[in-house]
């Protein structure tokens, strides 16, 4: 079963804009929620992460919104540059551990210029 | 990519036959994993070792093994191949249970 599930599968953002994908998770138990950045041909590298005692954490453009009552999480990219073109991958995990993550399915992003 | 090396990056391998999938790190990390990354289902935790001659099964571990005999060496084998088995595999690597894992460049596994 998916135990993470992330949307949209693609998403396509003008340069400047807001993007915004979503996750939904269904194990009460997860207590650590990165999000990987992964471009063609690389592996993923971790972009920005939360931990469920705060709702809301800040790097640069990239946020993380954490809604614990509604088990979901989103990650949003302010300024929306072409450079941040890739896949994005949403994971949970449980014990405070940072590396036996449960992954969602991805979403491709695509800045236009 | 934090010291890690895979190998090979690419291959192509008949059903039924033996394949091994080497993931090598220069970090003296203690925690190794390997995921597969398939399309509409993420990346999927096959095994993971805690440290040498510890390992464990991850949610997708049938018809996988691993072996780590050495700190930096986390092996992965098939030991028959089959066409559900085409996948990237991605090695991770972590210093201790809680901090950031960081991946490898994937190794591209064809099963014909």
């Known amino acids: 079963q998916q135990q993470v599930k992330q949307s949209p599968q693609s998403l396509i953002v003008q340069k400047g804009g807001i993007s915004i994908i979503n996750c939904a998770y269904e194990?009460?138990?997860?207590?650590?929620f990165p999000w990987y950045q992964q471009f063609p041909g690389k592996g993923p590298a971790l972009l920005i992460a939360i931990r469920p005692d705060v709702s809301e954490k800040k790097e640069g453009r990239f946020t993380i919104s954490f809604n614990k009552s509604a088990k979901q999480f989103s990650l949003h990219i302010m300024d929306s540059q072409p450079g941040d073109s890739a896949t994005y991958f949403c994971?949970?995990?449980?014990?405070?551990?940072?590396?036996?993550?449960?992954f969602g399915q991805g979403t491709r992003l695509t800045i236009n210029p | 990519d934090a010291g890690i090396t895979q190998s090979p990056r690419h291959k192509v391998t008949e059903t039924g036959t033996p394949v091994t999938l080497r993931c090598h790190q220069t970090?003296?990390?203690?925690?190794m994993y390997w995921y597969r990354q398939d399309p509409g289902h993420g990346l999927r935790l096959i095994h993971y070792s805690y440290g040498v001659k510890d390992t464990d099964k991850g949610e997708v571990s049938d018809g996988y093994s691993v072996s780590r005999s050495k700190t930096e060496d986390f092996l992965l084998t098939l030991e028959s191949a089959t066409s559900s088995q085409t996948s990237v595999y991605f090695c991770a690597t972590g210093q201790s249970r809680n901090t950031e894992a960081f991946f490898g460049q994937g190794t591209r596994l064809t099963v014909v």
């Open positions: 194990n009460t138990a997860f207590d650590y």
């Open positions: 994971a949970a995990s449980l014990d405070q551990g940072a590396q036996k993550l449960v």
């Open positions: 970090e003296n990390h203690r925690y």
